[in-house]
């Protein structure tokens, strides 16, 4: 049974710093790409950022420079450090795993960001 537990979100001034963990089980974690998207109330989820096995990683535009995805293969964990953050980054963050042609998803934590 695969399952994705996120942490880490909660409200934070805008400016302010978050990390957020996303720990998986049920997969082989070495080989999965992970991603972090996050959906805005009233808004479609949108990806964040995300990061293959062989460690290569992309952004959203929006979050260049001020976020970055990282990976502990030895603690089947994901990260998403966020930084200078802005009121338009508030919403529910979601870990997903691509996995054997599969995409796994957690249930998300929230972030919430005040001017």
């Known amino acids: 049974q695969v399952q994705l537990v996120e942490s880490g979100g909660r409200l934070v001034q805008a400016g302010g710093s978050l990390r957020l963990s996303c720990a998986a089980s049920?997969?082989?974690?070495?080989?999965?790409?992970m991603d972090w998207s996050s959906q805005a109330p009233g808004k479609q989820r949108e990806l964040v950022a995300g990061?293959?096995?062989?460690?290569?990683?992309n952004y959203a535009d929006s979050v260049k420079g001020r976020f970055t995805i990282s990976r502990d293969n030895a603690k089947n964990t994901v990260y998403l450090q966020m930084n200078n953050l802005k009121p338009e980054d508030t919403g529910v963050y979601y870990c997903?795993?691509?996995?054997?042609?599969?995409?796994?998803w957690g249930q998300g934590t929230q972030v919430t960001v005040s001017s």
């Open positions: 997903r795993a691509s996995y054997l042609g599969k995409d796994y």
């Open positions: 049920g997969i082989i974690f070495t080989i999965a790409t």
């Open positions: 990061i293959t096995s062989r460690y290569s990683t």
